[in-house]
């Protein structure tokens, strides 16, 4: 058995950089053992299991949740995860992590906000931050407790995690790197994931996050109660959009052996807590279940756009989403902005100025973003709350007018924006309120914009009409 076992660590210690190295699929059941027999046959917790493993059950919805709904894995470990000394409050706190939004910690405001990115390169000769430690809360509505909202976060980090791992008990993460590959090691086996690449860890998943590159940054987003699911394609029909079969998914992996002082570090109720334990939780042998954290390539969503007039809504982008009881709405809809065509006739191309019922909060991964010209810049991020109006900054509205209906088929290139867009209202953190990287220009966008009207009359007093322009 140790012979085997090292044998497959010696195999397996590099993370998997091609496809073929992932399970695919969203939503499957699948299996995989890192020992040839160590999964078992016929049910899943047999008295003894091969090679004296444990079975371990992860749930992530309830027992009696519909067939079509139920989440669950079969976990087949060296140790227990049982098997730790209790958890305590992890000291120093953690104060830019939040979970319950509420008059207490957080504040609210219908203006435009906007972020500007912050500077990997002094993280570089910073403090030492880990991804647990780096992580800071933007906004979100809601509460864990209450198993009903959502938070956004952003994380910078210049280390990798050290004889520890990461658990979030209140939801699941969806991670988007923006600078720096993240590999990600997890129960189920290790995941790559690259700037372009998204990866999602559900609730109750440990995980490592080392950086190979160094410093890096990005955005997370955290839904409490609901886990991602792909959008309907209604009279899209059976292809498009984000292809179940683009999903990829941890093939077994696991590490034996002693490891003093190891720490899971457990988000509950928005607070951090460390347990210590004499072993890595990455001791998972094998396998089964639909469960499991996956990634996915953002380069090969297939986009759907209008091909003679009028601009799509934004939904029809839709990467992922997190449905509500409400047929339509969404606790939290992850949409993108790729390369892609632009061809329709006679209409203003760029996003229409829009004032919403939903809220919407932007990133960008790299390149620009087609309706902010200037200032909005991979890393950074902005946030346009329910009913605040947002829309194209006055640079590329003029531009656009100026190209007038002569302008041919355009194709957008060298972009990758992100909106995770919520029926809840959110609230805004202390820190990001009042942190330095706020744009407090941002609403100069709006300002310097030239009168258009042209040949429109007014009534006079003689009941006659005049033209005012």
Same mark, same amino acid.
């Given at each position: 058995?140790? =012979? &085997? =076992? =090292?044998?497959?660590?010696?195999?397996?210690?590099?993370?998997?950089?091609?496809?073929?190295?992932?399970?695919?699929?969203?939503?499957?059941?699948?299996?995989?053992?890192?020992?040839?027999?160590?999964?078992? *046959?016929?049910?899943?917790?047999?008295?003894?299991?091969?090679?004296?493993?444990?079975?371990?059950?992860?749930?992530?919805?309830?027992?009696?949740?519909?067939?079509?709904?139920?989440?669950?894995?079969?976990?087949?470990?060296?140790?227990?995860?049982?098997?730790?000394?209790?958890?305590?409050? *992890?000291?120093?706190?953690?104060?830019?992590?939040?979970?319950?939004?509420?008059?207490?910690?957080?504040?609210?405001?219908?203006?435009?906000?906007?972020?500007?990115?912050?500077?990997?390169?002094?993280?570089?000769?910073?403090?030492?931050?880990?991804?647990?430690?780096?992580?800071?809360?933007?906004?979100?509505?809601?509460?864990?407790?209450?198993?009903?909202?959502?938070?956004?976060?952003?994380?910078?980090?210049?280390?990798?995690?050290?004889?520890?791992?990461?658990?979030?008990?209140?939801?699941?993460?969806?991670?988007?790197? &923006?600078?720096?590959?993240?590999?990600?090691?997890?129960?189920?086996?290790?995941?790559?994931?690259?700037?372009?690449?998204?990866?999602?860890?559900?609730?109750?998943?440990?995980?490592?996050?080392?950086?190979?590159?160094?410093?890096?940054?990005?955005?997370?987003?955290?839904?409490?109660?609901?886990?991602?699911?792909?959008?309907?394609?209604?009279?899209?029909?059976?292809?498009?959009?984000?292809?179940?079969?683009?999903?990829?998914?941890?093939?077994?992996?696991?590490?034996?052996?002693?490891?003093?002082?190891?720490?899971?570090?457990?988000?509950?109720?928005?607070?951090?807590?460390?347990?210590?334990?004499?072993?890595?939780?990455?001791?998972?042998?094998?396998?089964?279940?639909?469960?499991?954290?996956?990634? @996915?390539?953002?380069?090969?969503?297939?986009?759907?756009?209008?091909?003679?007039?009028?601009?799509?809504?934004?939904?029809?982008?839709?990467?992922?989403?997190?449905?509500?009881?409400?047929?339509?709405?969404?606790?939290?809809?992850?949409?993108?902005?790729?390369?892609?065509?632009?061809?329709?006739?006679?209409?203003?191309?760029?996003?229409?100025?829009?004032?919403?019922?939903?809220?919407?909060?932007?990133?960008?991964?790299?390149?620009?973003?087609?309706?902010?010209?200037?200032?909005?810049?991979?890393?950074?991020?902005?946030?346009?709350?329910?009913?605040?109006?947002?829309?194209?900054?006055?640079?590329?509205?003029?531009?656009?007018?100026?190209?007038?209906?002569?302008?041919?088929?355009?194709?957008?290139?060298?972009?990758?924006?992100?909106?995770?867009?919520?029926?809840?209202?959110?609230?805004?953190?202390?820190?990001?309120?009042?942190?330095?990287?706020?744009?407090?220009?941002? @609403?100069?966008?709006?300002?310097?914009?030239?009168?258009?009207?042209?040949?429109?009359?007014?009534?006079?007093?003689?009941?006659?009409? *005049?033209?005012?322009?």
């Amino acid at each position: 058995m140790e =012979q &085997q =076992q =090292q044998q497959q660590i010696t195999i397996t210690s590099d993370f998997p950089s091609d496809d073929h190295d992932y399970l695919s699929g969203f939503g499957n059941t699948f299996e995989s053992e890192s020992i040839s027999g160590s999964l078992p *046959r016929g049910q899943n917790s047999p008295l003894l299991c091969p090679y004296g493993l444990y079975a371990e059950q992860i749930s992530g919805t309830s027992f009696t949740s519909p067939h079509k709904l139920n989440q669950r894995s079969w976990l087949y470990r060296i140790k227990p995860s049982v098997t730790h000394e209790p958890f305590q409050p *992890r000291f120093p706190r953690h104060d830019k992590l939040v979970s319950e939004f509420d008059k207490s910690n957080s504040y609210t405001t219908p203006t435009q906000l906007r972020w500007k990115p912050k500077p990997v390169d002094t993280v570089e000769e910073s403090a030492p931050i880990d991804f647990v430690e780096g992580l800071y809360t933007v906004c979100g509505a809601g509460s864990s407790f209450l198993r009903h909202g959502f938070a956004i976060h952003m994380y910078t980090a210049n280390k990798s995690m050290d004889n520890c791992a990461f658990c979030n008990a209140d939801g699941d993460f969806l991670i988007i790197p &923006q600078k720096g590959r993240l590999w990600i090691t997890t129960e189920c086996g290790k995941l790559q994931v690259s700037p372009g690449e998204i990866v999602v860890i559900p609730q109750g998943f440990r995980f490592a996050v080392d950086l190979p590159d160094g410093p890096s940054r990005g955005y997370v987003s955290e839904i409490f109660g609901a886990h991602f699911q792909l959008p309907d394609l209604g009279p899209i029909g059976a292809n498009g959009l984000a292809a179940p079969r683009d999903f990829l998914v941890p093939k077994a992996w696991f590490e034996d052996g002693s490891r003093p002082g190891y720490a899971i570090v457990q988000k509950f109720g928005g607070e951090l807590f460390v347990a210590k334990q004499d072993f890595s939780p990455f001791n998972v042998v094998a396998w089964h279940g639909n469960y499991v954290p996956y990634k @996915y390539d953002l380069n090969k969503f297939c986009p759907y756009n209008t091909v003679l007039f009028d601009h799509s809504d934004p939904s029809i982008n839709t990467v992922l989403t997190a449905p509500t009881d409400k047929p339509g709405v969404a606790l939290l809809d992850f949409v993108i902005f790729p390369p892609r065509w632009l061809v329709s006739e006679h209409t203003f191309r760029p996003p229409y100025y829009h004032r919403n019922c939903m809220s919407e909060f932007m990133g960008l991964i790299n390149g620009g973003y087609e309706a902010k010209a200037d200032g909005f810049l991979p890393g950074g991020a902005s946030l346009h709350s329910c009913m605040t109006p947002h829309g194209p900054d006055t640079k590329t509205y003029e531009a656009t007018i100026e190209r007038g209906h002569d302008a041919g088929p355009f194709k957008i290139t060298n972009t990758m924006a992100f909106m995770f867009e919520s029926c809840l209202i959110p609230r805004i953190s202390s820190w990001a309120l009042k942190s330095p990287l706020m744009d407090n220009d941002y @609403y100069q966008y709006k300002t310097g914009r030239k009168f258009h009207l042209t040949g429109l009359c007014i009534p006079s007093i003689t009941g006659k009409y *005049r033209s005012k322009f």
